[in-house]
């Protein structure tokens, strides 16, 4: 079945960095869009950013363009979220999606978050 594990989490300062990493099993890792989304207390979980399956291209939230960078290793059936510049709205448990369907965009995974596989998630927190 499929798993995904996350790692990475911790807390920074604003202005810093963090690397979430999340590790992949359980299918033919490069056949799907994979996303990372965040849930903040209090609020809905939100789409991040996510990568299109094989080579596929990035795509962004507003909040973060500029900031993250999202990329995949299909040799190590990982994916990565490089943050830069934190901010304090940052603060949030990130998880980690793999689309249901193969072959697709992120964009057309994000558009179906409901079947998306997730991780177990990894708390982020940044201290203002």
């Known amino acids: 079945q499929v798993q995904l594990v996350e790692s990475g989490g911790g807390l920074v300062q604003a202005g810093g960095s963090l690397r979430l990493s999340c590790a992949a099993s359980g299918r033919t890792f490069n056949w799907y869009a994979m996303g990372w989304f965040r849930q903040a207390p209090g609020k809905e979980r939100e789409f991040v950013a996510g990568?299109?399956?094989?080579?596929?291209?990035?795509y962004y939230a507003d909040s973060v363009k500029g900031r993250f960078t999202i990329s995949r290793d299909n040799a190590k059936n990982t994916m990565n979220l490089q943050m830069n510049s934190l901010k304090s709205e940052d603060t949030a448990v990130y998880y980690c999606?793999?689309?249901?369907?193969?072959?697709?965009?992120?964009?057309?995974?994000?558009?179906?978050?409901?079947?998306?596989?997730w991780g177990q998630g990894t708390q982020v927190t940044v201290a203002s």
């Open positions: 999606a793999q689309d249901s369907r193969a072959f697709r965009t992120a964009q057309a995974m994000v558009q179906e978050i409901r079947d998306v596989y």
């Open positions: 990568i299109g399956w094989n080579d596929g291209r990035p």
